[in-house]
């Protein structure tokens, strides 16, 4: 794969992050998702691929951009084809209540590669290079942990587990603490969750819980890219949702590896800060109208990490006029 494609990338989540961090805190979800997904439509025509959305903003006739099946690009059909995962906005009601961590997000990977999943739940375990293969879902928590300490050197009180704040963790919260370590609360945002195992500076050790499956896909490209691991059961909250996973030919009993989600070691995934947060500052609006981005850029074939931070010239940039 064109391994200028994960700068690239980068550019698109910058675009979309620039759009939508103007509605930080000014209650409207929508708005924030619009931005961001007609941003991101927009800086996706100007890339040199052939790609179809396979995880994206819902299905055809729900979603007028991005949606699945979308073809995206300019490489037409003798360019590589590749899948495409993507996230414009991941924590919209945190830009519209002005909380943090919020980002854009997309992930790419050749034709096939990238599990079709089911707009449904997951529930997930993720952590960092260094526990990698020793976690297991079915599992209990506390052995989840304990095995998780060993591997980290660390004392179980020092583990310290990432939860999305939701009524439905109340049991898992329980056994986490039971088994003694320390929990990180977060209102959204498991994608970002799962990335901050792997960077010690945010002092995540394991990420636990049940959020969007779409996102778990997104999860395992970067943490492929990034040597950690993740798995996932499905959960359908319905019957709706339960027949349509049957649909797609999900298997509700299957504990999905990494592999699974995202096949292969020919990933690329970026990610840009939108609210901010302690892996990626936010979007932050400077004087002269300019403003800055902060961007995780990631490439699993090589393993490179890249941070990139962006002055944008906004002036120069009409599309972000004011
Ligand atoms: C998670 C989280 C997302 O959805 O997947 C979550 O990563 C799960 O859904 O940021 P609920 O909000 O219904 O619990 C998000 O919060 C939003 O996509």
New binding site residues.
Partial sequence: MDRNLPVNLGRVTEAAALASAKFLGRGDKNMADQAAVDAMRRMFDTININGEVVIGEGEMDEAPMLYIGEQIGTAGDDGLKVDIAV?PL????SVANGLPNAISVVGVAPSGCLLHAPDT?MAKIAVGPKAKGVIDIKKSVKENIDNVAKALNKDVSDITVVV?D?P?HVQLVQEIREAGARIKMIS????L?AISTCFDYTNVDILMG???AP?GVIAAVALKCLGGELQGILKPATDEQRQRCIKMGADLEKVYHIDDLAKGDQMVFAATGVSYGELLQGVKYMENNTATTHTLILRAETGTIRFIESIHTLDKKPEYAK
Avoid at 90 to 93: F, I, L, N, Q
């Fill in positions: 996230d991941d924590g919209t009601r739940y999305i939701r439905r959204d945002g498991d994608v969750g049940t959020g969007g996102e």
